[in-house]
């Protein structure tokens, strides 16, 4: 939809915001589509400028924003993008009169934040929907005494907001402020393209994970409001794959079975994927799953040595990972794998068995990154205190950032890092056998061609790392 000025607030990603080997690939940005559905609610003027997948480049961009006339821009950041979140101030502060940063970053680091970014007039910490609609109301009545719990501002004491515990009576993400005909993603299985979060927090005690914005804590959407939301997606936008980006989609059993079964009384035909941990599935939720359309299913494997698995406090076993990826297998759905590099104990050589492992469960597709520790966490207490950190340029084709947090941990130098993630990246995916599996199953998707440019991307990267 476009809008003409003047809003409330526009939110922004800006050109670049969302790079990376696949970023011709840019996902929905949720989180500003979630605020920006709270704030519609609450009757403001609202636009999103996705510059990433609109193809602006930085003139184009601001012209977009300014010809919006917003009274706030809002923004948001992870933390291995700070360059980015720096560019997109630059490019906003003459457009509006507030200028608001959320998101991880933010949240992370709310007692600096400012400090970094002398042009921000406010951030925003933790879920920001409540938080944003309260902050547009403190600055209507003019930004006197101290501002809203969430809200940090210069020269006021900052209080913590309490985290929404209704899931169910949150406005939907406002998916009708982005052209979504632009988003795509790598293993989807049909036509049009979109996420969505049907659960937030986590409640286990991975070391790596950053759980700044949402916490330990879990709390759920009712099933029927998450299949509304499906249903939504599948006839007023027209889109047939979901990505459900919850951390823990699969905790618990029942409601997963409930969102499944209520999927099905309705004939919805929409196909989706969620993240899961391999404890979360076993072979006949996997089978309601996908015939609810499941079609992928991501789990978080980090590691084919169990030592590895146990350093992490990752809590999972090695036999339940190969039970649960075969479960899936048998039942007709892809299996995605998040698996890590670098971790304190393995060695180039022992990290290997991860691959070895892949290649025995038989995964259709697997993510290699570096471990990452990121401030907040307990990785990055035990990087700091062993002098394993160390911020090096990105070495994966899926991730976008220019600079990342890395661990480098002893036996390993950052260019074994870099060179094992090659091989395994070679490894995996340059298998005649495995390729040839792979195009007949894209061959019978339709997803052929868009399997192929992805492929042909990552096989650039891996060659290009592999010719310097
Ligand atoms: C889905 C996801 C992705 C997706 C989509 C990201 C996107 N751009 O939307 C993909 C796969 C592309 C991705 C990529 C990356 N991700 Co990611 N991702 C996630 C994940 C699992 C969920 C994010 C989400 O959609 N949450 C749901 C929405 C509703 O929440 P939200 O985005 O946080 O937004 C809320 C608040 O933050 C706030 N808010 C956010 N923005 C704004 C703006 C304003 C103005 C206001 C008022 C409020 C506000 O309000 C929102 C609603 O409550 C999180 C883990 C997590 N649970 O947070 C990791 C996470 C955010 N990702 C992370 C990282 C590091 C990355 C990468 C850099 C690489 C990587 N994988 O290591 C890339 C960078 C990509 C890029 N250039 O943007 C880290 C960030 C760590 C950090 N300290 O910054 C996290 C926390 C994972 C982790 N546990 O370590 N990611
Ligand atoms: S890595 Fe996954 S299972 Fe572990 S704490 Fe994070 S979200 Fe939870």
Known sequence: MTLTGPVDIALVRAPGAARGALSAMPV?????????????????????VDAEAEGLNDAAFVERVRALRPAVVGLSGMTPMRADIGKTITLCRPLARRLVLGGVHATRFHDSVLDEF????????????????????????????????????????????????DLGAMAWPARHLVPHERYAYPFQTARGFTTLISSRGCPFRCTFCDKTVSGSAWRARPPEDVVNELQEI?????????CIFDDNFTLRRKRVVAICEEILRRGLRIDWKCEARVDGIDEELAVLMARAGCKTVAFGVESGNQDSLDFLKKDQQLPRMHRAIAACRAAGIE?????????????????????????NADLDFIQFSTLSPFPGTELYE???????????????????????????????????????????????????????????????????????????????????????
Request: hydrophobic residues 45%; neutral net charge.
């Open 335 to 359: 299996t995605v794998a998040y698996v890590l590099v670098g971790i304190p104990g393995e060695t180039p050589a022992t990290s290997l068995n991860t691959l070895n492992f892949a290649k």
């Open 28 to 48: 929905p940005p949720l989180g500003l589509l979630y605020v920006a559905g709270a704030l519609l609610r609450a009757g403001r003027t609202v636009a999103v």
């Open 118 to 165: 002398p042009d921000l007039d406010a951030a925003v910490v933790g879920e920001g929907e409540e938080v944003a609609v309260a902050l547009l109301e403190w600055w209507d009545q003019g930004g006197g005494g101290a501002p809203p719990a969430g809200v940090v501002v210069r020269d006021a004491p900052f209080v913590e907001a309490a985290v929404p515990a």
């Open 234 to 242: 599948k006839e007023r936008y027209g889109l047939g794959y979901v």
């Open 382 to 468: 035990q990087a700091m205190r062993e002098g394993w950190f160390r911020e090096t340029a990105v070495f994966n084709p899926a991730d976008g950032e220019e600079l990342r947090a890395t661990l480098v941990p002893p036996g390993w130098t950052e260019d074994e890092l870099g060179a094992t993630l090659r091989r395994m990246y070679g490894g995996f995916y340059l298998r005649p056998r495995y390729l040839a599996r792979q195009a007949v199953r894209a061959g019978r998707q339709g997803t052929l061609l868009h399997r192929a440019r992805l492929g042909l991307r990552v096989a650039r990267w891996y060659l290009e790392g592999r010719a310097a």
